[in-house]
């Protein structure tokens, strides 16, 4: 039996730990296996992306992490609740930018005289100062997940999970928040898990590449990326891990053949 502390030292060690995860789903021609047996650690301030085709179960994975599903077989634990940000930014239209923020503050328990001002310190952090008063729709796509980014860090999660978060943005807006996400990372220590089918966007953010197959999805290979930072997607030295992840990745599309 394991004691309080043993569980206490356990429990941070591991941002997330996936031990042996499988998911199911019931379809026409009865259960369809979209994971299989994924096992998967993210150390205290790692982070790590998830990479892989259209359809190979990321969001799935990144679902079951969040506690919004449960596996079919496995485990997940993870330390605390994390934290979500997704392709939409999910935002409520009818609040200001600052309001939303404050939403998610007093959804955590922050007493009301401190949330303004810890709102105006997290769109500080996303290089949104002066924003707090804005509505949705005065702004840009890449402001709204700057706001979107602000609000899943006013959850003081220890794991944040993203999922294709700019996946909808311009590749030079995409650019700007890549360096805002690893400046934050880097400042915060939290630890990310990242989610995209973009392979320059994986190298260029992670320290770890973990390549999904598809059909069922599983853990076809990983990659340590250290490349220092200041990286930019253009670095040759991403621009290189990248080609060479892309051939392994259009063998695994190549041999599920549906693409
Ligand atoms: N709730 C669900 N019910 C049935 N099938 C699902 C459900 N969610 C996802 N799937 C199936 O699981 C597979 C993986 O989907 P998804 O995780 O969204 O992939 P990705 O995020 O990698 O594009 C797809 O074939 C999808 O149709
Ligand atoms: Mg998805």
């Known amino acids: 039996m394991a004691t309080p502390l ?7 060690e591991h941002a997330a730990r996936l031990a042996h995860v499988s998911k199911s789903f ?5 259960q369809q296996l979209v994971l299989d047996d994924i096992s998967l650690d993210v150390a205290p ?43 939409e930014h999910a935002l409520f239209p009818w609040l200001t930018a600052g309001k939303n923020i404050e939403l998610a503050l007093k959804l955590q328990g922050v007493p009301k005289p401190q949330r303004r001002g810890r709102a105006e310190e997290l769109l500080e952090l996303v290089r949104l100062g002066g924003a707090y008063g804005k509505r949705v729709h005065e702004l840009s796509g890449g402001m709204r997940q700057r706001v979107a980014m602000a609000r899943a860090l006013a959850q ?14 311009d590749a030079i807006t995409r650019d700007v928040l890549h360096e805002e996400l690893t400046r934050i990372w880097q400042e915060t220590g939290l630890s ?28 076809a290979r990983e990659w340590t990326v250290d490349i220092p930072h200041p ?12 080609l060479e992840i892309t051939d392994i990745l259009r063998g695994e599309i190549r041999r599920h053949g549906r693409h």
């Open 156 to 169: 003081e999660s220890k794991l944040l999970l993203m999922d294709e978060p700019f996946a909808a943005l």
């Open 26 to 30: 019931a379809g026409p021609g009865g």
């Open 45 to 87: 301030g790692e982070f790590v992306t998830l990479l892989g085709a259209s359809g190979c179960g990321k969001s799935t994975l990144l679902n079951l992490v969040a506690g919004l599903d449960r596996p079919t077989a496995g485990s997940i634990t993870t330390d605390g609740r994390p934290a979500l940000m997704f392709q």
């Open 231 to 242: 990286r930019r997607i253009e670095d040759a030295p991403v621009a290189e891990l990248s």
């Open 6 to 12: 043993a569980e206490a030292a356990e429990s941070v």
């Open 192 to 219: 990310v898990l990242f989610v995209t089918h973009n392979v320059r966007e994986a190298v260029r953010l992670a320290q770890r590449v973990v390549l999904l197959s598809s059909r069922p999805g599983r853990v």
